[in-house]
């Protein structure tokens, strides 16, 4: 026995391995919620555990078989040694088996019902129980197989199960034969069995304790090593015949088993039998086709299939489902939308027997894995099994299973190169056939990063390209890593030359993947969509690429920049747009993380990495020194690798994803190495080379020492490369994850980094430049913005300077507000550059586009918050505020945005109250002309009512903080301090006009102001009296109880400042005076005093004017005349005469004025006359009855052609009558309502109205007068005429359309002001006098424009070229028939139009009108063509009637202007003239035509295909200009100045040069052709097809006789091409890997 003691120590163990073996639904099967493959190493320990117990008993096994001891016999004598006979129970094949494989208790049977089955041989097949329950298979019409041999009888089964038997002594046969002979009658079935049959015999079917205990026999066989031995024949014809099993329940499932009735439970039963019986079937064939050193001939393909397809659909209809609630929903369980997101994780098998079932595919697919190891299977075995494990990846709850799969997929994709490709494709197809609300779920949990997760998709794709590293095969000797390298450790093979090929069939597999998932998102199918998909991998990628233990991350991420870049450039036809547009988003997020990345990362792993050299005593001081990252030594660079590696290698012990990222890593290195050595002899040295050359090649020498250098090193790390480490070498200390990581991304910024961010940026430059398409090139200023907001610094360099700068002028609106979003960021990142870019951002507060004018005012608005004390924030406030005559939503901004800066309430001790006085005086000072914004800003505010309260408050601070400062500048008003004091006066004020009540309490500081001298001072003084007395006039009222001194002096003062010389000034200290005395103190004495003064100067010199006889006065005389005249008219404005009472000894009455200022109107003076018509208009304002005898006076004056200063004066008393006595009110009070429905009817009753009918024809009249002060005060009579609604508007519609076009900004805003609101309310008006406005406009701008200068019909503006008449044309536009007939009626103009220069100003026009939709450009282009054609013909067969009457023949065959000249004599061009110019008018419309395609980007076979008859819904389609430029109109303006130089006709040469000129372009307008339609027959809606998708159906118009010859040839040409086309586009295609190896190695 003590030979033995050993065996018995051994066979002792066996006693405890049932103990020790865990049960299938302890191994992981039913795992915690969630649970995946990343958090599924558990499962691996268990696996290790389970395994170390499987060797100790294949240990002992073996042990009894050497020494010749039975292991029944052992155990039972051990057993009896110990006095007691307790039974083994051990697990075989799902089968509990006890004490010497014997019988298990009965008690122990009814624990696990479903473990032991009966056999499904020895069911009846008539049972009626089972009716309705066969299996499909067993349907009629199907072939059953007869596989046994007639003659042979049945063997006899064994009813309990047999004990192997081992005994040395026996043959292999006899050994076979005893094992699975016993179990199975091999020889009652045919040496051939055929496994295509669809249906298999009862009788040739075992039962499932037979498959048991064969499945049981092959592994102790395999464990002994006995299955190699027995003859292959054989055991094929056991697999065959255990094949027959799987065939019996390939498709069986357990759907159909899911009732709770008995019979269905016993179906049930009949069902998992037989499932169970083909599960250990396959086990067992694949044990021995598995089996160690098992030849290839075993491998029975049919068998393999036959495997792989019953566990393919046992896991998808069984297993699945069970474990993955969407799973079930996919199976019809329940509908998908039932599901709960809440419960699909947490989904779990109610049954054991589905535990058990995938306990054993889950070994199934273990041994399928040994199998793909082992043997070399066929392509289409390879793909079914690739399919097999790549479905479980996408079933939450099946992390062991996954774990297994992974293996699988790892052997297939490291083993069949040509396979790779579909296997990726096939994890890209089972992605996008999952349901939506699988697609973007990350269930792969990253290690030491709770809460990250990525995509299933993402680390399967990794990992398999990862594990494909293919590694020497010879046997390396294991060395230390503090150890160098010995002689002879490694054999004569060139390791460097392995690994590199691996690498670059690995980044082929890589470019092949990515290709393929980018050509799916670029090309639309029906099929799902990929867009989501390849953003989910971006966002995984970026992610990973920041750990060590997927380094493959980063290289997928520079490849697939390069193939977006790629293919953003080179895409065809097919190519969606929309992807183009999401490829430059990709572009712009991987250069953003990228760099983001850099800078947050960057310093702090170089620093890391300095310690970690630091502590291998390695000399850092080139890295503290600040050099790049590319600049490590190469002692840096080995101790980082060799770091890298042994944390990698160690980490494989527990997760394999560690250990082959080490592999990847050092393949990578080994290519790197690789690559520079083939870039150093690229270009290798000349025989004869000067001195440059031979240090060149001093250089290539030491790159390849180093190469070499770095080679051997390299090749020494293959031996941590082998196998997992354990442990760590002597005096080597392991990294921990966070050093990893920062070496990692040190070694990426080294390699790949900086060159993927400079490819990202070239890339999106290049489509922002280079880009013909808006909206492109829209996407691309977004994605740079992207980057900005990681590196604002991006926009210091010249290359994306000079593209922003350019795309702010770019021709489509949305480009130019992308661009200026990117000044917008970089200006608030960078205050100091805010000086450089203010002249950008003010000039797009004048943008056409009112999205750019937003952007513009929101960026300052942020500057002005950000920096208040900038020295720019008051001229961007200046800026800001002139918009708030814009559009509504342009004013609700800039409304919203002073709130914020201005009038947002603070606390009282708030030190930004001072800051926000400072910042409105400044604002005030800047705009000192122009404060009207002010008032509207003020009462647009107060007029919200959600915060007019809070403005309020605001006001009130802002005022009280006024008066301080105003105090402060009283003790000073010399120097500067004048102008400070004119902008708190100012501020002031118009803080008076909208709320006065605020300065009530400051009424006193004011008075003082008014006593200051204006005589011989600055004007800001004469300003600062003004700005006073009128704020005065405005509080007084309201204040009580004042003192008297305090009014005393008031009026003192006022009366002061009526004797000052300055007219504005007298106008507001009589205008506050008045004010005073009418409501406060009455006293009219001083009044009176003041009246009899300049009253009694004006009685004393009207005898003196009527005995001068129109001699001249003195000058003092008529300054002393003019001063009266203007203060008695004012007087007589603002007091009435009765208070006043008797001057000079008469009493005053407005008759007595009246023919006193009459008579001064007389005056031969104009300065006399044109102050008594001013003193006429006051004296009227107050008496409105003396205007009728006025009427004739003003009727002689605007009739004069003479004195302009007369003219205004006339038209600004009316205007100032319409103002005080009309009827309507004043548009600013109410809107809309100033346009009173009375304006239809003629007979509007008030002298307002009668004295505007009257009058309306001269104040029009005048709009165009030459003076531009008469204009201008025309202009206002027009804007108070129609805001009061005194006449008809129509008739003055055409001259308020003309004064739209005025050059000033304030007029001009007001005109478009006042014109839309009447269009909104009478919206055919405009419609109707549209042409008649362009007539005015015309008349208008050639009174605007310079002596003899040439009107244009555009004006250039900060974002281009635009129409005079714009906003015309705006308002007309969006109504289809109104739009067609003002462009209809302009273009037809020229037929009868004689007038050249306003021809070219209706051509101008119409080429520069801001076209939105298709449908625009497209029907001015018809109307051209069909009008200059109209043209055309008659002018020329006019030009040919003179020419032959002139000659006496026609002229047609002439063919030059010489010969012309040669054939016709001498006669007077004037006959010429108006044939010229209407030849002209048809080259114009041509040049307008050409300008529109050109400039609109439209094809002559889509203008071709165009037609007014389609629906509007086919053009109503978005078009922008592909540039900006004007109508080129050189040749008009040059026959206009030789019209004007020609008095007597033109040149008689220049006469025919127009005529053969007109006759060409006749002939192109006939026989164009356009290039685009080469398809002949085809129809025009298939020629007019685009990339704007424009479709019509009509047929196309053949060309025209003339050019037939020509367009066949081209036709012909186009088709010889195609074919070269087709093989050019083929050769593209198959060159794109080339073309993507060469990028990436350009980069």
Not at 136 to 157: L, M, N, P, Q, Y
Not at 479 to 484: E, P, Q
Not at 669 to 674: A, P, Q, S, T
Not at 1227 to 1250: N, P, R
């Amino acid at each position: 026995m003590d030979s033995n003691s050993g065996i018995v120590g051994v066979v002792s163990a066996l006693s405890n391995l049932a103990a020790d073996l865990p049960e299938p639904a302890a191994i992981g099967v039913a795992s915690a919620p969630g649970e995946t493959l990343a958090n599924s190493r558990g499962f691996q320990a268990d696996l290790n555990v389970t395994e170390d117990l499987i060797a100790r008993t294949s240990n002992a096994i073996r042990g009894c078989e050497s020494n010749g001891i039975d292991i029944g016999e052992m155990h039972q004598m051990l057993l009896r040694s110990r006095g007691a006979v307790p039974k083994i129970k051990i697990n075989v094949g799902g089968r509990a088996v006890e004490g010497g494989f014997g019988t298990i208790p009965e008690e122990q049977s009814k624990e696990k019902p479903s473990r032991r089955r009966k056999s499904s041989a020895s069911q009846p097949k008539d049972d009626s129980m089972f009716e309705g329950h066969q299996d499909e298979s067993e349907s009629k019409g199907k072939r059953t197989a007869v596989i046994r041999k007639k003659k042979k009888k049945k063997h006899k089964r064994r009813s309990q199960d047999p004990i192997l038997v081992v005994d040395k002594s026996e043959t292999e046969d006899a050994y076979f034969e005893s094992n699975i002979g016993s179990l199975i009658d091999l020889e009652s079935y045919e040496d051939d069995i055929d496994l295509t049959v669809v249906d298999v015999s009862s009788d040739d079917l075992l039962s499932h304790d037979v498959t048991s205990s064969v499945l049981a026999r092959v592994k102790s066989m395999r464990q002994s090593n006995h299955l190699r031995k027995i003859p292959f024949k054989k055991l094929v014809h056991l697999i065959r015949i255990l094949s027959l099993q799987i065939i019996d329940s390939k498709t069986l499932s357990l759907s159909d088993t899911a009732s709770d009735t008995s019979e269905s439970q016993q179906w049930r039963q009949v069902v998992l039998d037989r499932i169970y019986r083909s599960a250990e079937a396959a086990l067992s064939v694949l044990c021995i086709m598995t089996a160690p050193k098992m030849t290839q001939k075993v491998l029975v393909e049919e068998s393999v299939d036959l495997i792989v397809s019953f566990a393919s659909f046992q896991l998808k209809n069984n297993i699945y489902p069970e474990y993955d609630a969407l799973c079930a929903a996919i199976a019809g369980k329940k509908k998908e939308g039932a599901v709960d997101s809440k419960k699909r994780g947490k989904k779990r098998p109610t049954s054991q027997d589905v535990v058990f079932l995938c306990s054993q595919m889950m070994e199934t697919v273990t041994q399928i894995a040994d199998l793909v190891e082992r043997h070399r299977l066929t392509f289409s075995c390879v793909n079914q099994i690739a399919s097999l494990g790549i479905q479980s990846f996408f079933v939450e709850n099946m992390g062991p299973l996954q774990l297994r799969s992974l293996k699988v997929i790892r052997s297939i994709f490291s083993q069949y190169e040509v396979h790779r490709e579909y296997i990726l494709q096939e994890i890209l197809n089972s992605l996008a056939k999952l349901p939506t609300l699988k697609r973007g779920s990350r269930n792969y949990e990253l290690l030491d990063s709770p809460g990250s997760a990525i995509q299933m998709m993402t680390a399967l794709v990794l990992q398999l390209v990862q594990s494909s590293i293919a590694i020497p095969s010879f046997n390396v000797k294991r060395r230390k890593l503090t150890g160098g390298s010995k002689e002879g450790d490694i054999d004569e093979l060139d390791v460097s030359a392995v690994m590199a090929t691996s690498f670059s069939q690995v980044m082929q597999t890589i470019r092949a993947f990515l290709r393929t998932f980018v050509n799916r998102c670029g090309i639309k199918t029906d099929d799902a969509d990929y867009r989501p998909l390849l953003e989910n991998f971006i966002v995984d990628l970026l992610l990973l690429v920041k750990r060590p233990e997927w380094p493959a991350a980063d290289v997928f991420l520079h490849q697939l920049s390069l193939l977006l870049g790629h293919f953003l450039l080179s895409g065809g036809k097919n190519v969606e747009m929309g992807f183009k547009m999401t490829a430059i988003e990709h572009l712009g997020t991987i250069a953003s993380a990228t760099k983001a990345g850099l800078l947050s990362n960057g310093q702090k792993d170089k620093d890391v990495v300095i310690k970690i050299l630091q502590k291998n005593d390695v000399d850092s001081s080139s890295l503290e020194d600040g050099s790049d990252h590319d600049e490590l030594t190469e002692v840096q660079r080995q101790c980082l690798q060799r770091q890298l590696l042994q944390y990698l290698s160690n980490g494989g012990c527990t997760d394999l994803s560690f250990f082959f990222a080490a592999r990847f890593f050092l393949a990578q290195w080994i290519d790197n190495n690789k690559a520079s050595v083939d870039r150093a002899l690229k270009e290798p040295p000349t025989e004869t080379m000067d001195d440059a050359a031979a240090f060149e090649t001093s250089q290539t020498s030491e790159i390849l020492d180093v190469a070499s250098q770095r080679k051997d090193f390299l090749e020494d790390l293959v031996d941590f490369v082998k196998e997992p480490l354990h442990g760590t070498g002597i005096g080597v200390k392991l990294l921990s994850f966070e050093e990893a990581s920062s070496v990692a991304r040190f070694f990426s910024y080294c390699h790949l980094v900086q060159r993927r961010f400079d490819y990202c940026l070239a890339k999106i430059l290049h489509a922002c430049k280079e880009s013909t398409v808006t909206g492109l090139r829209t996407k691309s200023l977004r994605s740079l913005s992207t980057i900005l907001s990681a590196d604002s610094s991006i926009l210091t360099k010249p290359d994306v300077q000079h593209s922003v700068h350019m795309k702010l002028k770019d021709p489509a609106t949305s480009v130019r507000e992308a661009a200026l979003e990117i000044v917008g960021k970089y200006v608030l990142a960078c205050p100091s550059l805010l000086a450089h870019y203010y002249a950008m951002l003010s000039e797009r507060l004048h943008d056409s586009g009112r999205s750019v004018r937003k952007r513009a005012i929101a960026i300052m608005r942020d500057v002005c918050l950000a920096h208040p004390s900038d020295s720019k924030v008051p001229e961007m406030c200046v800026s800001m505020v002139k918009r708030i005559n814009d559009e509504p939503s342009i004013r609700k901004l800039v409304s919203k945005t002073f709130h914020q800066l201005w009038f947002s309430k603070l606390d009282e001790k708030d030190a930004s109250i001072d800051l926000r006085v400072h910042a409105i005086l400044e604002t005030i000072s800047a705009c000192r002309w122009d404060q009207d914004w002010f008032e509207k800003l003020l009462e647009n505010l107060l007029n919200d009512d959600a915060q007019s309260t809070s403005v309020l408050a605001s006001c009130r601070q802002i005022v009280d903080a006024l008066a301080k400062h105003l105090l402060e500048c009283e003790r000073d008003a010399k120097g500067s301090s004048q102008k400070r004091l004119l902008a708190c006066v100012t501020t002031l004020h118009l803080f008076a006009i909208c709320t006065p009540q605020l300065l009530v309490k400051h009424v006193a500081l004011f008075q003082p102001f008014l006593t200051l001298n204006c005589e011989d001072s600055p004007i800001e003084v004469s300003e600062v009296v003004r700005r006073t007395a009128l704020t005065l006039d405005l509080i007084v009222p309201l204040a009580e109880a004042l003192s008297d001194v305090f009014l005393a002096k008031l009026e003192e003062s006022l009366v002061r400042v009526m004797f000052s010389k300055i007219r504005l000034v007298i106008a507001s200290g009589i205008r506050c005076l008045g004010t005073v005395v009418n409501k406060v103190t009455k006293n009219y004495v001083i009044v009176r005093d003041a009246f009899e003064k300049f009253y009694g100067c004006l009685v004393k010199a009207r005898s003196a004017v009527q005995k001068s006889s129109g001699q001249p006065l003195d000058p003092s005389a008529k300054s002393s005349i003019v001063r009266s005249l203007y203060t008695v008219g004012l007087m007589c404005n603002h007091f009435n005469l009765k208070d006043v009472g008797h001057i000079c000894g008469e009493k005053l009455t407005p008759q007595r004025l009246l023919e006193v200022f009459s008579d001064f109107s007389r005056s031969a003076d104009s300065g006399i006359q044109v102050r008594a018509f001013a003193g006429l208009g006051f004296l009227c304002r107050r008496y409105p009855e003396l205007l009728p005898s006025l009427e004739d006076m003003y009727m002689i004056a605007l009739k004069s052609k003479g004195n302009a200063e007369l003219k205004q004066r006339v038209i600004e008393n009316m205007t100032d009558f319409f103002v005080d006595h009309g009827d309507g009110q004043d548009s600013s009070e109410s809107g809309d309502a100033t346009l009173s429905d009375k304006v239809l009817h003629k007979a509007k009753s008030g002298q307002c109205s009668s004295l505007a009918e009257k009058f309306g024809s001269f104040i029009r009249t005048a709009a165009l007068y030459p003076v531009a002060s008469v204009r201008n005060a025309a202009a206002n009579a027009i804007f108070a005429i129609l805001k009061r609604g005194l006449v008809h508007p129509l008739e003055f519609i055409s001259f308020l359309i003309a004064l739209t076009t005025d050059v000033d900004p304030k007029r001009k805003a007001e005109a478009e002001e006042l014109l839309t609101k009447l269009d909104s309310k009478y919206p055919r008006f405009v419609q109707t006098q549209g042409f008649l406005g362009m007539a005015r406009s015309f008349a208008y701008q050639r009174v605007l424009a310079a002596k003899d200068a040439t009107v244009r019909g555009f004006v250039k503006s900060v974002d281009g070229y635009k129409a005079v008449c714009h906003h015309l044309y705006t308002l007309l536009r969006d109504n289809r028939q109104q739009r067609r007939n003002f462009l209809g009626s302009l273009v037809r103009s020229f037929q009868k139009e004689t007038e050249l220069s306003r021809m070219l100003f209706l051509a101008d026009n119409l080429a520069s009108f801001s076209y939105s939709l298709m449908d625009e450009p497209l029907f001015v282009v018809q109307q051209l063509s069909t009008v200059a054609a109209t043209i055309a013909t008659k002018t020329i067969a006019e030009y040919s009637d003179v020419l032959a009457s002139l000659c006496g023949r026609k002229v047609d065959d002439v063919e030059t202007p010489d010969e012309l000249s040669s054939v016709v004599p001498e006669f007077d061009t004037k006959k010429l003239t108006n044939s010229v110019v209407a030849g002209h008018s048809c080259l114009l419309l041509l040049s307008v035509k050409a300008h529109i395609k050109l400039v609109y980007g439209l094809s002559e076979g889509k203008c071709r295909a165009y037609s007014t008859a389609e629906k509007a819904k086919v053009y109503d389609k978005l078009i922008a200009r592909k540039s900006e430029r004007p109508l080129d109109a050189t040749e008009t303006v040059i026959l206009l100045e030789d019209l004007k130089d020609g008095k007597d006709g033109l040149n008689r040469m220049k006469t025919f040069h127009y005529y053969f000129k007109l006759k060409q372009s006749v002939f192109l307008l006939e026989s164009t052709v356009s290039d685009e339609e080469d398809e002949g027959d085809q129809t025009v809606r298939a020629a007019a097809e685009d990339d704007e998708g424009l479709i019509v159906k009509k047929k196309p118009r053949r060309s025209s006789s003339s050019t037939s010859g020509a367009g066949i040839k081209k036709r012909r040409r186009s088709s010889a091409t195609s074919g070269k086309s087709a093989k050019k586009r083929k050769q593209t295609a198959d060159d794109d890997d080339e073309e993507m190896e060469e990028e990436d190695d350009a980069d």
